[in-house]
């Protein structure tokens, strides 16, 4: 129990609201705020043993509020958030929303005492209904019989997606008996193991390496998604509540949207409007064809009202001993009204005009009886009274109660800052307490200040609690102060009690302080101590997507095998010869000729990528000679620039630089104040630079990240660290839209501090630029941000210490000739959105001061991709659910001739849209001003060339819409994907194309690389991987680009990685290369047992780089883990590898077959004496029959098996038993070396 709980709990208001709890009677509270609340129900509903509901006003406190009680409380698996969805129309789109929503419902039906923290916008949407909940939650259990039919049709039914590979919730997939599902009930996937009808294992694993990491002895499949249609006869613990609504089957709630859809295309033709009338229909019939077939879709959701009445809620999912707790009514109120608010614009803006179907009722149920006529919301009383039309039996369907009608029912306390007037409200009179409370005030960091306060209180009898996520730097901070009459400090963890004469420090954030008089208690947090914002932990599933080799070979790809050159990989066959069957890899060379790899050898081929996405000749495999000779070049290459890498790295290591002082405590206050939460690699950066900086040798670190994965902060941070130490700052950026975003970024993150920023580029006056550059000679200006205007000869800086360049790549030569002026002696700090490869980072062993941050910060979500055939109505409702959150949108059209008459089409479509265009003909100062413009969301819109895609940051812009997709590298396209999703908030990206009969054979080769791979899937990854290598090339400098594609860019990392080693001297790790093993057995992976040749590939490499047993019982652990029991094909790879292995130690040269005999060929002369050869009989008769070894014959150098004579299993388990025991009837010098 935290200590705060213990405290209040002891006092008399919390044992006041214990026994009205406990008496069920309505309470109200007068006095307080949020944060005091927090903690104040956290002491009264410690030992509650009933669930509770809590409405907190406004989405944006939910959070908060409820960390504050998880952190108060301390009790797992007690706080459910139950969060809003943004818009009315994004439904099951947000997949983190939508699990949060399902397990508060599952909690409510599993805990005992769960507490839901929501809002009257969250509460009022619909959500799964209580019947389709217990039709698919289910529990299982090992032991316990599970038709595998059965489960995956209980999982169809709630929603889940049938995919190869689970990666995200919702999701699952079927091999064989194993069963993987991503339920919101878990964290991370589970994976179910059938032996026959009964669950043998039930494991949880890991999204990346879908392995499993522990056994767990049940686990819980609930709904995966909130609208699922099916069969909906209606259940509720509510029965009063339902006994107005009645079930509908698929074919009723069909009739009723086909019988509004009738209507409603009636109502449009007469109003002129046939053309709406048709895309109505065409779109609802698309709707429905998907909806019966189930499959669900972005914006399925609008159809609840169709499917459902009335529309369920979680508060059918109360039990009748809920405690209804009510913060703030009169906020909560008016949170319901801005719901309300939304629906009316969407009826007046997309029901009245066709563009949605309207629905029988409103999308959500109304939080307060009468509001919709009280409040004069004819349009929206008007829909009801049209749409809903008469039920099944032909009479007019009662109107259902308002949530809050339906809550007032429940026992309640109610918390209000001032005295609330329940006679306007359904909720009864209620007794009153009056809570005495008082808010803290701001002490920014100044410590005299908060020990004035301290004192005050401290002659009160009031304990002092700081609750603080640094209780080590707040202890060291009061100690930097000493005052003799000040009360000891004590740090305490958790759950210690707090002490009356003692500043108490807590390791335990809250989000803001309180001062409870009557209670003796003030809390003071980060927030009021250093104005460092709250940031509350958002829970996240472990992992986001699988990570797949970006090597993954797909038929018409160019490869390098290592001995025989470049060629085109045909696909994998199957082949019987003499006995032996097995996958092989088809690669074709110059004029058609064709090699044929066994999958063993699949390490010898590599994807061939060229640094500029080239096409490569193909090599002759009849004459590889100019193979050879192109490879050694290459190699020679790449020492020459390891050895040009070291001799830069040692200059580095001797030059003169400035050693920056160590972090002062403004810059741990400027840190604290970073209102979100850093990732992990956002913080190895930041000490990486930080390191760096206070090194005697001058800094030269390239940072590495995705726009929006806080590079800018990083930045900031090395920044402000300079100019503590009394250093200018100077910050070089490629356009001035950046170095405007950049300089208002900086200028808010430094406000509180003294330090002087300015901007110097084109969009300022003379003047200013003259002011500029006079306060940058002078040393009044500390930090610039600017373009390559800062390069003129003009610019003088008095004290330059450190130079950030962004996107140094963009700037010309003539700017890099000017920029390594600057840098003499000066720390550098270069950041760069190209993805630089890991391949090349570990390449070189360190050479490069290089920080990868390839982490999203929390919250980031993956951007929904569609790809379609053009179509009007599906631009309209992307652009439509764009603005209706507030957002804004790219629409990329890539040639300027014709511009216009897009951005015309899109204004018809959506009249009430601002629309903008850029493009890159148009005058500078023009296209400056439409960007920054859009950037300070004045426009809705912007209808543009790919001129955005780099250096425009818009966080609001958040969906994109390319038209003529075909026209687009798949490199290009994710760039331009990157251009949305920078925020919290869902992104959307639709890639629309020509109709495929009016394509070119390239596009239409590039229509299906991209339908193939839409989502975050390998199409995208392998996009990544060119952009990846084109940063390498950058990096590496253009001179080298002709040696990497001569090779393939994976080939040339090898052997700059060797050369590396060499130069420094280090050991070159030996791959063994383990003997032929040439067998007359069936040795594959079927597709039976493995169903995607993508999954295939990825194991045939990985039993090809096999060195060891340890190696080969790791795979078939693998293989047993996400694919169960290996057919025999399988087992007989596996048995073929120890074979290999083991014939290594014994120094086989070789193992083949003929017609009749397997031939075991020893690298020396044996010379077993029959003495020998009785002991080896004798040691192989332990595990062989005598029958067995009769087939085995023994010549000087080899042994010889007739083959013939026994079965596959048989003939492996000989060689496995005989190899095993060879090494010790070696030649004394060659056991030795074995040993």
């Not at 509460?123 to 209904?129: K, L, N, S």
């Not at 809050?404 to 609330?420: A, M």
């Not at 061939?608 to 000779?629: F, H, I, M, Q, T």
């Not at 596009?1003 to 193939?1012: G, M, S, V």
């Amino acid at each position: 129990m935290h200590g705060l709980i213990r405290w209040l709990r002891e006092t008399e208001i919390v044992q006041n609201l214990q026994r009205a709890v406990k008496g069920r009677a309505k309470l109200q509270v007068q006095g307080g705020f949020l944060s005091s609340w927090a903690a104040i129900l956290a002491a009264t509903l410690y030992d509650w043993q009933h669930p509770a509901l809590i409405l907190v006003p406004g989405s944006e406190r939910l959070a908060s509020f409820a960390a504050d009680l998880e952190t108060l409380l301390g009790q797992p698996n007690r706080i459910f958030p139950f969060p809003p969805h943004p818009t009315l129309l994004s439904g099951d789109t947000d997949i983190a929303i939508t699990r949060d929503r399902i397990a508060a419902i599952d909690a409510l039906h599993r805990h005992r005492n769960p507490i839901i923290v929501t809002t009257p916008f969250a509460i009022c949407q619909p959500t799964v209904p209580v019947c389709v909940y217990e039709q698919s939650a289910l529990t299982v259990r090992t032991g316990e019989t599970h038709e595998r039919d059965k489960l995956v049709e209980h999982l169809v039914a709630g929603g889940y997606e049938r995919v190869t590979q689970v990666e995200a919730p919702g999701q699952f997939a079927v091999r064989g008996d194993i069963v993987d599902f991503f339920s919101p009930a878990h964290d991370q996937p589970i994976r179910i193991e059938l032996f026959g009808d009964e669950v043998e294992s039930i494991r949880p694993f890991d999204i990346e390496t879908q392995r499993s990491t522990e056994k767990w002895n049940e686990c819980v499949i609930l709904p995966a998604r909130e609208f699922i249609v099916g069969d909906t006869g209606q259940g509720t613990r509510d029965t009063e509540a339902w006994d107005e609504g009645r079930g509908t089957r698929d074919e009723e709630w069909e009739e009723r949207i086909r019988g509004m859809l009738e209507r409603e295309v009636e109502r449009l033709q007469k109003i002129g409007k046939p053309e709406q009338a048709r895309l109505l229909r065409q779109q609802v019939e698309h709707d429905l064809e998907r909806l019966l077939d189930g499959r669900y879709f972005d914006g399925c959701d609008w159809y609840y009202p169709f499917v459902y009445d009335p529309l369920p809620t979680i508060v059918d999912h109360l039990p009748p001993d809920t405690i209804v707790v009510w913060l703030e009514p009169h906020d909560l109120d008016a949170d319901a009204a801005a719901l309300e608010e939304r629906w009316q614009k969407i009826l007046a803006e997309l029901v009245e005009t066709g563009d949605l179907l309207r629905p029988p009722k409103p999308p959500f149920v109304e939080w307060d009886e009468g509001r919709g006529t009280r409040d004069g919301n004819e349009v929206g009383q008007r829909a009801w009274d049209e749409g809903r039309g008469k039920d099944w039996d032909g009479e007019i369907p009662a109107k259902p109660k308002s949530i809050k009608t339906r809550l007032s029912s429940l026992p309640s306390l109610t918390f209000t800052t001032e005295v609330y007037d329940f006679t306007q409200s359904p909720v009864p009179s209620p007794q009153s307490l009056t809570l005495t409370c008082h808010r803290v005030e701001a002490f920014l960091s100044d410590v005299r200040k908060f020990l004035a306060r301290v004192d005050e209180w401290h002659q009160r009898g009031y304990a002092i609690v700081i609750a603080t996520r640094y209780p080590e730097r707040v202890s060291d901070w009061l100690r930097d102060v000493p005052l003799t009459d000040m009360p000891p400090i004590v740090r305490l963890s958790a759950d210690d009690l707090p002490i009356a004469d003692r500043i108490n420090i807590f390791p335990t954030p809250l989000s803001a302080g309180f001062v409870l008089p009557n209670e003796r208690l003030v809390v003071v947090t980060d927030s009021e101590l250093f104005n460092a914002p709250y940031k509350p932990r958002k829970k996240r599933w472990k992992g986001t997507a699988a990570v797949k080799s970006p090597s993954d070979l797909r038929e018409g790809d160019y490869v390098v095998h290592i001995h025989h050159g470049i060629g085109i990989y045909r696909g994998v066959v199957r082949q019987e010869v003499l006995g032996k069957e097995s996958d092989y890899l088809v690669i074709e060379y110059a004029e058609g000729e064709r090699l044929y790899v066994p999958v063993h050898q699949i390490d010898r081929v590599r994807k061939y990528v060229a640094v500029d996405g080239g096409e490569p000749p193909l090599s002759s495999l009849s004459n590889n000679k100019r193979w050879l000779r192109l490879r050694q070049k290459a190699k020679e290459n790449a020492e020459q620039v390891a050895k040009e890498l070291l001799e830069l790295y040692a200059r580095r290591q001797v030059a003169e630089g400035f050693a920056f002082s160590p972090d002062t405590p403004w810059q741990r206050e400027m840190e604290d104040a970073f209102p979100f939460v850093e990732t992990e690699d956002q913080l190895r950066a930041i000490e990486e630079v930080k390191a760096d900086m206070e090194s005697p040798r001058p800094m030269n670190r390239l940072v590495c990240g995705d726009v929006g994965f806080g590079k800018t902060e990083i930045a900031i941070r090395a920044a402000f660290k300079a100019v503590m130490d009394g250093k200018q700052v100077a910050m070089l950026v490629p356009t001035t839209v950046l170095a405007l975003q950049h300089y208002q970024t900086f200028t808010q993150r430094l406000a509180p501090y003294p330090v002087k920023i300015a901007m110097l580029s084109r969009l300022q006056s003379p003047k200013e630029q003259k002011e500029v550059v006079n306060g940058l000679r002078t040393g009044a200006i500390d930090i610039v941000i600017g373009t390559h205007r800062l390069l003129s000869d003009d610019v003088k800086f008095r004290d330059l210490g450190l130079l950030i360049i962004d996107e140094e790549q963009r700037f010309g030569v003539r700017q890099k000739e000017r920029l390594k002026r600057l840098q003499v002696g000066v720390d550098v700090l270069i950041l760069t959105a190209t993805p630089i490869p890991r391949t090349l980072h570990m390449a070189l062993g360190g050479l490069l001061d290089m920080s990868l941050v390839n982490t999203p910060p929390e919250g980031r979500r993956p951007v929904r991709t569609y790809l379609s055939v053009y179509d009007p109505e599906l631009v309209r409702f992307a652009i439509r659910r764009e603005l209706e959150r507030g957002g804004q949108v790219f629409y990329v059209y890539n040639r300027v001739q014709g511009i216009e008459h897009v951005a015309e089409r899109v204004k018809q479509l959506v009249p009430e849209a601002k629309i903008a265009i850029a493009h890159g003909q148009m005058p500078e100062d023009e296209l400056e001003r439409v960007m920054l413009e859009f950037a300070e969301g004045k426009w809705d819109v912007l209808v543009c060339t790919t001129i955005i895609e780099n250096g425009l940051d818009v966080p609001n812009a958040n969906t994109l819409i390319v038209e003529h997709c075909e026209r687009f590298g798949l490199a290009q396209l994710y760039q331009l994907r990157g251009r949305v999703g920078r925020s919290d908030r869902q992104a959307y990206a639709y890639f629309f194309h020509d109709h495929p009969k009016r394509l070119s054979e390239t596009a239409r080769k590039r229509l299906e690389a991209l339908r193939e791979f839409t989502d975050l899937g390998s199409g995208f990854r392998l996009a990544l991987r060119d952009l990846e290598i084109r940063g390498a090339g950058n990096l590496l400098g253009v001179e080298q680009h002709g040696f990497i594609n001569e090779v393939g860019f994976d080939l040339y990392m090898d052997m700059l990685a060797e050369a590396v080693r060499r130069l420094q001297g280090e050991p070159l790790p030996q791959k063994v290369e383990l003997p032929e093993a040439d067998l007359p057995v069936k040795a594959f992976i079927p597709e039976t047992y493995v169903e995607d040749l993508e999954q295939r590939l990825y194991l045939y490499r990985k039993m090809a780089g096999v060195q060891s047993e340890e190696d080969i019982a790791q795979i078939e652990a693998e293989l047993r883990d996400r694919y169960g029991e290996p057919p025999q094909p399988v087992r007989n790879i596996l048995s073929v590898l120890r074979i290999r292995v083991r014939a290594h130690k014994a120094k086989v040269i070789a193992i083949t077959h003929d017609r009749r005999t397997v031939t075991v060929r020893c690298a020396v002369n044996l010379n077993l004496s029959n003495a020998a050869l009785l002991r080896l009989y004798h040691r192989l008769r332990e595990t062989q029959p005598a029958e067995v070894l009769h087939c085995v014959r023994y010549e000087r150098d080899r042994f010889l098996i007739d083959w013939t004579e026994l079965t596959p299993v048989q003939l492996l388990r000989l060689l496995e038993d005989l190899l095993a025991a060879l090494p010790d009837f070696l030649p004394q010098e060659l056991a030795a070396e074995v040993s």
